[in-house]
């Protein structure tokens, strides 16, 4: 299995319209991006896209994919499924798509002008098989909207992915993403963040969470430890960090087990 990180950036992308802040600044000169969230999965051949990023065209044309064979949408944020409009005339077959009934409905009520989508509806904790995978979505806390974490299990090789949530969830959950090969973990923005009165008044006062619905670049590590991840790899990151961290993952990073 291999696993690329399409996306590493929050819904505004890095750097951020409009921001003239100092990583803002760095990245124009750098020509370096963190696109908005999307993972490839790549087993035995084929393709599976979990979300769908609004900049999937020019993440699709930067790794050189020429399609997919199945996608799975955690929620219904547009940062998560709006990219579904770039595959239209990219890919001509029926295209399986996996999610919660909720998730589906309003993504697909969207997009019901899209002619390829081939709806599957999947049930929390409910595994279900995908190139030669085992992928199972795990609810996660990301109010108001529904919102999952997927686990995907290769025989003893296991990789969570939190999807956009606060650090506290359901213990089912938490259970369920226990002891991964690999944690892919959403962290909005470092606690210490100064950037911007309104992002630092929503920290948490346990410095873990930002408005009940990320987790901090503090609550992804104390998250990957409470479950024993054996690597982390922090995506869905804002143009608030002032330092690349080790754990920050790039765009295009892959990780092959
Ligand atoms: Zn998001
Ligand atoms: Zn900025
Ligand atoms: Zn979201």
């Not at 996660?140 to 956009?164: L, N």
């Not at 959950?173 to 630092?200: G, K, Q, Y």
């Not at 948490?204 to 409470?226: C, I, N, R, V």
């Not at 765009?251 to 092959?256: E, I, L, Q, R």
């Amino acid at each position: 299995m291999r696993l690329t990180l399409l996306g590493t950036g929050d819904s505004a992308g890095v750097p951020h319209v409009g921001c003239d802040c100092e990583t803002c600044r760095r990245y124009k000169e750098e020509g370096k991006h963190r696109t908005r969230f999307s993972i490839l999965v790549e087993n035995d051949g084929e393709r599976v896209l979990i979300d769908a990023s609004p900049d999937l065209r020019f993440q699709f044309l930067r790794e050189g994919i020429d399609g997919i064979d199945a996608a799975i949408i955690t929620h219904a944020h547009f940062d998560h499924y709006a990219g579904l409009g770039n595959l239209y005339r990219v890919i001509w077959d029926p295209l399986p798509l996996y999610g919660a009934p909720n998730v589906l409905d309003a993504v697909l009520d969207e997009y019901s002008y899209l002619p390829f989508p081939r709806r599957i509806n999947v049930e929390p904790f409910e595994p279900f098989e995908v190139a030669g995978l085992e992928f199972t979505l795990v609810p996660v806390h990301h109010p108001p909207a529904e919102t999952y974490g997927v686990v995907i299990r290769d025989g003893d090789t296991k990789v969570s992915i939190t999807g956009d949530t606060s650090r506290f969830f359901d213990d089912d959950s938490f259970e369920e993403m226990r002891e991964p090969d690999l944690l892919i973990a959403d962290a909005f923005v470092p606690a210490d963040t100064t950037h911007n009165r309104f992002v630092a008044d929503r920290i948490s006062d346990d410095g873990l969470e930002f408005a009940d619905k990320h987790m901090t670049y503090e609550g992804a590590l104390d998250l990957a430890e409470a479950l024993d991840a054996d690597e982390v790899a922090l995506v869905h990151l804002s143009h608030y960090f002032d330092n690349e961290y080790d754990e920050l993952a790039d765009d295009g990073d892959s990780y092959v087990f």
